[in-house]
Nanobody, 120 residues
């Protein structure tokens, strides 16, 4: 199983970016999908998660600005980020709970980080 992330970049305050993370390989199903971020000198923190049923949870700092969505057929999760602020600057990581095709056991996978920089 491999995860590929895309969509990071640099924007000014108030701008928007959309991150995408796609899983590939021997995937039977994907349960929870989520995004975390890590700013310099800080611990990695939850941004948003979405369950297989579509239920979403957001960290308080991003509520009302970010939207997480998924496409089960494409094994893909997106994070639409609007009204970006300098404090959103961080490396963003996707996190997927994937059941493999061979043994149907669920394992936790992290995607490669993608940099998001918001300038004032």
């Amino acid at each position: 199983v491999q995860l590929q992330a895309s969509g990071g970049g640099s924007v000014q305050t108030g701008g928007s970016l959309t991150l995408a993370c796609a899983g590939s390989g021997s995937i039977f199903s994907i349960n929870q999908m989520g995004w975390f971020r890590q700013a310099p000198g800080k611990q990695r923190e939850l941004v948003a998660v979405i369950t297989s049923g579509g239920r979403t949870t957001y960290a308080q700092p991003v509520k009302g600005r970010f939207n997480i969505s998924r496409d089960n057929a494409k094994n893909t999760v997106w994070l639409q980020m609007n009204a970006l602020k300098p404090e959103d600057t961080a490396v963003y990581f996707c996190n997927l709970y994937i059941a493999g095709s061979y043994d149907r056991q669920t394992e936790n996978y992290w995607g490669p980080g993608t940099q998001v920089t918001v300038s004032s």
